[in-house]
């Protein structure tokens, strides 16, 4: 029996056999999670975990987008309307949903046929299936913005192979679906014409079992090619230059490597880096850093002390003026203050990193989590 949602409710579910299908409906806005949204979805996977008559989730977006992040834009709006708190609320219910899908005790399909930034890498990294197509683009292209790369990033960025999760979330680097698999962000490729074959597939399989339901993905699944001029061909000099300890010394790594040879991949690399948020680049690579010896919920927790700071703007109120640039005006020229990386100084790094000194914050508390499968526990 198949049952959805009205048109109108921003995830439209199906129900079939022992499989539930969520779909991301905010089409013209590039499904963008709103709150509407992230509260919707983890209602969904809370309730689909308690029923035993549910064995699989399968999510994916509709039109042309998986989701293209969290729908920043309303968090602004909130904030300059009333109070920081009001986008505090956004991102609480958001990391909870991430942290909810990274233990989740059920196998979760993610359908990356399409856009899929920010938090909507957020919604799909963290479970256990990641199918990319070849209208797969990813990114996370957050300190163009004045943020960083949050929804758990710095956990499933620093487990890259080498240096390659600092590259991507330092300068927001374009992933398409041969390279999200190359690297790890996806589990499978699947040409999008075999998409409703493999759905169908999945639901008759009845299974929670995670080698049957990767045994069937795989029926379908390919080993594309890598675009001559893919970044993960250039994996050495990546992780030569940005395993480097700070955001000026992976800059002059790269610049000496300009000096040598006349390479455009590295001049746009540098151009990204000298565009981006000073501020912003320099807790991105700390947060990274710290991710790689931390599980999903600490990376959680200390990302969202990071974004109420952010959103408090005592230290520097990049992210308003980023998503004016980008979001609001569009011109595309924002003004960064700190202007200069050498501006941006250690203790005002540290500022980030802290809790926020308001008597009614408090730190993100996780739920607790029973039946966390094995390969979930290893998360932890």
């Not at 759905?199 to 795989?218: F, G, Q």
């Given at each position: 029996?198949?049952?959805?949602?009205?048109?109108?409710?921003?995830?439209?579910?199906?129900?079939?056999?022992?499989?539930?299908?969520?779909?991301?409906?905010?089409?013209?806005?590039?499904?963008?999670?709103?709150?509407?949204?992230?509260?919707?979805?983890?209602?969904?996977?809370?309730?689909?975990?308690?029923?035993?008559?549910?064995?699989?989730?399968?999510?994916?977006?509709?039109?042309?987008?998986?989701?293209?992040?969290?729908?920043?834009?309303?968090?602004?709006?909130?904030?300059?309307?009333?109070?920081?708190?009001?986008?505090?609320?956004?991102?609480?219910?958001?990391?909870?949903?991430?942290?909810?899908?990274?233990?989740?005790?059920?196998?979760?399909?993610?359908?990356?046929?399409?856009?899929?930034?920010?938090?909507?890498?957020?919604?799909?990294?963290?479970?256990?299936?990641?199918?990319?197509?070849?209208?797969?683009?990813?990114?996370?292209?957050?300190?163009?913005?004045?943020?960083?790369?949050?929804?758990?990033?710095?956990?499933?960025?620093?487990?890259?192979?080498?240096?390659?999760?600092?590259?991507?979330?330092?300068?927001?680097?374009?992933?398409?679906?041969?390279?999200?698999?190359?690297?790890?962000?996806?589990?499978?490729?699947?040409?999008?014409?075999?998409?409703?074959?493999?759905?169908d597939a999945l639901c008759k399989a009845d299974s929670?079992?995670?080698?049957?339901?990767?045994?069937?993905?795989?029926?379908?699944?390919?080993?594309?090619?890598?675009?001559?001029?893919?970044?993960?061909?250039?994996?050495?000099?990546?992780?030569?230059?940005?395993?480097?300890?700070?955001?000026?010394?992976?800059?002059?790594?790269?610049?000496?490597?300009?000096?040598?040879?006349?390479?455009?991949?590295?001049?746009?690399?540098?151009?990204?880096?000298?565009?981006?948020?000073?501020?912003?680049?320099?807790?991105?690579?700390?947060?990274?850093?710290?991710?790689?010896?931390?599980?999903?919920?600490?990376?959680?927790?200390?990302?969202?002390?990071?974004?109420?700071?952010?959103?408090?703007?005592?230290?520097?109120?990049?992210?308003?003026?980023?998503?004016?640039?980008?979001?609001?005006?569009k011109d595309k020229n924002p003004k960064w203050e700190?202007?200069?990386?050498?501006?941006?100084?250690?203790?005002?790094?540290?500022?980030?990193?802290?809790?926020?000194?308001d008597k009614d914050w408090e730190d993100l508390n996780?739920?607790?989590?029973?039946?966390?499968?094995?390969?979930?526990?290893?998360?932890?």
């Amino acid at each position: 029996m198949a049952s959805s949602f009205g048109e109108t409710d921003q995830v439209l579910v199906e129900e079939k056999s022992s499989t539930r299908i969520f779909t991301l409906n905010r089409p013209k806005q590039l499904n963008a999670a709103s709150f509407t949204m992230v509260s919707r979805l983890l209602e969904l996977f809370l309730a689909c975990e308690e029923d035993p008559s549910v064995k699989l989730i399968i999510l994916k977006g509709k039109g042309r987008a998986f989701c293209a992040g969290g729908d920043v834009a309303a968090v602004v709006r909130d904030i300059t309307q009333g109070h920081w708190k009001l986008g505090a609320n956004f991102f609480r219910r958001e990391f909870i949903l991430n942290y909810v899908m990274a233990t989740y005790s059920k196998p979760q399909v993610s359908i990356l046929n399409g856009i899929v930034m920010g938090g909507g890498a957020g919604v799909s990294i963290h479970g256990r299936f990641r199918v990319a197509t070849e209208n797969s683009l990813f990114a996370m292209p957050e300190t163009a913005l004045g943020l960083f790369p949050d929804v758990g990033a710095s956990y499933f960025l620093s487990r890259l192979p080498g240096f390659f999760g600092e590259y991507v979330g330092l300068i927001g680097a374009r992933l398409d679906g041969a390279e999200m698999l190359a690297c790890g962000l996806a589990t499978h490729f699947v040409l999008s014409e075999k998409l409703s074959l493999l759905e169908d597939a999945l639901c008759k399989a009845d299974s929670s079992d995670p080698a049957v339901i990767s045994a069937t993905i795989s029926e379908f699944s390919l080993a594309p090619s890598l675009k001559e001029k893919s970044a993960c061909h250039r994996l050495n000099i990546i992780n030569k230059c940005f395993s480097r300890r700070t955001i000026e010394e992976i800059i002059l790594a790269l610049e000496r490597e300009a000096a040598d040879k006349e390479d455009e991949w590295i001049s746009s690399t540098i151009q990204s880096l000298k565009k981006a948020s000073p501020t912003s680049l320099k807790i991105s690579l700390r947060s990274i850093r710290e991710g790689r010896l931390q599980g999903v919920g600490k990376c959680l927790v200390r990302e969202y002390r990071m974004v109420c700071n952010v959103m408090q703007g005592e230290t520097s109120k990049d992210f308003f003026e980023g998503c004016r640039a980008i979001l609001v005006d569009k011109d595309k020229n924002p003004k960064w203050e700190p202007s200069k990386l050498e501006q941006v100084t250690e203790d005002m790094v540290d500022r980030y990193f802290s809790k926020i000194n308001d008597k009614d914050w408090e730190d993100l508390n996780l739920p607790r989590r029973l039946n966390i499968p094995p390969h979930a526990i290893a998360k932890l």
